[in-house]
């Protein structure tokens, strides 16, 4: 039983990154229509961010994960403007084949700021374990499973409970009536990536500690959030929460009852299932048609 | 001054074979081209970079030392990244345009079997440091190998866990042709010990989460736990086994050992940890090993590691054939072939008949407290 504990909790925490990293995936494709294959990217740049303001700039930890926070509003500001705003007009095609260049971009530039040598970034939690039910549970691991947690609650209440998340979801369903209705789209559309982007971050920042920091780490993130996505509904925040913790339970549980040697392929042969058989997702996609 | 239209013609021919002629006549008085397919960038370059410093440092040194018979030597370098493919197009990169008279091939044995038909092709004498078996057993005769290969690494880290006293081992390993064939050779040894492994469980080279092949060991009653990793994820497996609350002891395979995977963990995560290397490299020694460690890191910054030692002492054995027998690649290669007793600073060098010419390794521990490795155990296998 402890065993299982143990895992069940490591499953948890795994597959809460993959669903903030997912989230972020939502939001985005949500607001704008557009499928962003620089995900896996944007949250590699959330660890890096941690390794430049913790451990290069030695700030304390609640200034320096504020500060790497910042930087990644920042930097989805910036994606915002320099790579969907010139390419909005474009066909969707266009803007994700963008995404994903500018993907290589930033993996490539993070090669040059940081080096192709991985970085440990230290948790604050560092060599604190739990004991929960004789499972050994590191205090990190169970801080992930916590703080996406308060997140998912969070999100839930801006986009429910505010005026500024009303008019985010406003502008998912239709432009077009959002903007007749005197919304500023332009910026709420800037505030979706900047959410994505933190969102990404905060992914980023709870993960650097589980692996370690890495340029070539933002690949099989995507990989899995997409495939959670994928299972959960595509454009459903609900699912996809409830796709990354599928997939991160999946991972851990099948490799360790079914087989290790194809734990991603139980994953992505749900994943596959769902495409044939309930393409929509468990959630299914609350928009059909944008405005 | 006239000049008649045949004169002409003979200056415009002339002026256009002079270059020519001189350019074939530098060729033959210029520099010996070596060619190196090296994973210089991404995550394979963490002992990459190793062997891509230490080939230019004997560059240095055996042009420092009068080159070969007065020419000097240039290695020319091809990044072969993290991809079989890549591995492959550097290689006909360099085969194509530089055509050298002698290979440096990837440390990694994926790339190496995916080279190895090309090499053939070509017929040049190459040297290499991957450890799968299945490389040597291709039966590829320009194949030089200059580490242990993972048979003789494989049975280092039995002999370890039998130190350890192992009744019930477990094994983890990469699920390539590196990890699988070590981690087979590790379980028959164990067999013919009488002591059967309890579990084998296997890892994707991208995988970053171990835990549940790590519990599922530790379920079956695993007392010793065997890693067949490369560096990165062999530093995160020995990082995931203290945050997991494991107890039993680790034996690792040489990666997750070297400098670049030391630099990721700390001295408690080495705690209860055992491997195998491919050398020793204690600068306390003395003589040519600590000379050698203090020149490389003087050079660029960083300890080296085994790897890049191979690669070192490999490029001093092809200069010494050079040297004796020429560039002809038969001829060298027959030198190669018949080297015996060619005492390395890493080891001391004889090829077999498939082309493998390390047969010894250490078995180590690290310093309780310190990521300082000591000598458990000199092995020399047969």
Known sequence: ?291 | MTMTRQGFLRLVLAASVAPVGAGLALAQQGDILVGATVPITGPLSLTGKQYHNALQLAEQDINAAGGVNGRKIKIVFEDTQASNSTAVNAFMKLAQETKPAFYFLSSYSTQNLATSPELKKIAVPAMYAGGADIVAEGGNEWLFRVRPADAVSARGMVEAAKLLNAKKPGIIFIQNDFGQGGAQIAAKQFEAAGTPVVGMEAYGQNDKDFSAQMISLRGKGADVILLFNYPQDGALLLRQAKMLGLKMPLVTSSAALVPAALQLISPADLDNVWGVVDAYMDPSVGGRMAEFVARYKKAFGIDPDPYGLAYYDGALIMAEGMRKVGLDPKALRDWLVNLRDWPGIGHVYTFDAKGNGVSDLAIVKARSGTKTLELVKAVKLD
Do not use: C
């Open chain 1, 1 to 291: 039983m402890a065993d299982f504990i143990q895992l069940f909790i490591n499953g948890l925490a795994l597959g809460s990154v993959y669903a903030l990293a997912a989230i972020g995936f939502v939001i985005v494709y949500s607001a704008t229509g557009v499928v962003n294959f620089a995900a896996g990217q944007f949250v590699m740049f959330g660890t890096f961010a941690g390794v430049a303001m913790l451990a290069n700039a030695g700030l304390p930890w609640p200034v320096g994960y504020a500060a790497a926070l910042l930087a990644m509003a920042a930097f989805g500001a910036l994606f915002f403007i320099v790579v969907y705003l010139p390419l909005r007009t474009s066909p969707v095609v266009t803007v994700i084949i963008g995404t994903v260049a500018v993907g290589i971009v930033m993996q490539n530039a993070a090669l040059l700021g940081f080096g192709s040598w991985p970085f440990r970034l230290v948790s604050p939690l560092e060599g604190i374990t739990i004991d929960i039910g004789g499972a050994a549970i590191s205090a990190h691991a169970a801080m992930v499973v916590v703080v996406t947690g308060l997140l998912v609650g969070l999100i839930w209440l801006l986009f429910y409970r505010t005026a500024l998340g009303i008019g985010m979801r406003a502008v998912a369903q239709d432009v077009e009536a959002a903007r007749l209705m005197g919304l500023n789209v332009n910026r709420l559309l800037a505030l979706s990536w900047m959410l994505a982007a933190v969102l990404a971050g905060i992914a980023g920042l709870l993960l650097g500690p589980m692996w370690f920091a890495d340029v070539n780490m933002g690949d099989p993130i995507a990989l899995k959030a997409f495939a959670a996505t994928i299972i959960g509904g595509f454009g459903s925040l609900p699912g996809a929460i409830a796709g990354g913790l599928f997939v991160g339970l999946t991972e851990l549980l099948g490799a360790s009852y079914l087989s290790s040697a194809y734990k991603d392929l139980i994953a992505f042969a749900v994943m596959i299932l769902f495409l044939l058989v309930r393409p929509q997702g468990v959630f299914g996609e609350r928009i059909q048609d944008r405005g």
